[in-house]
């Protein structure tokens, strides 16, 4: 499973989801689904999220050790 810490970064930067998905152009929802590990997200997709919080792609998400 693919976990992430979206939502400390949000926190962190005190953003809303809505405010997230304007700045890398997809839903409100989509962020919703990304914090809650209900969405397999593209590479550009995690580039851009790695580009806006301006952090490692690894730093943001990382696989769980129940394979």
Request: hydrophobic fraction near 45%.
């Given at each position: 499973?693919?976990?992430?810490?979206?939502?400390?970064?949000?926190?962190?930067?005190?953003?809303?989801?809505?405010?997230?998905?304007?700045?890398?152009?997809?839903?409100?929802?989509t962020i919703?689904?990304?914090?809650?590990?209900?969405?397999?997200?593209?590479?550009?997709?995690?580039?851009?999220?790695?580009?806006?919080?301006?952090?490692?792609?690894n730093?943001?998400?990382?696989?769980?050790?129940?394979?």
């Amino acid at each position: 499973m693919l976990n992430n810490n979206i939502r400390v970064e949000r926190a962190i930067r005190r953003i809303s989801q809505q405010e997230l998905a304007d700045a890398i152009g997809v839903s409100r929802q989509t962020i919703f689904s990304i914090e809650n590990n209900k969405y397999i997200l593209s590479t550009e997709l995690a580039l851009k999220l790695s580009a806006y919080f301006n952090k490692p792609v690894n730093d943001l998400f990382w696989l769980s050790d129940d394979l």
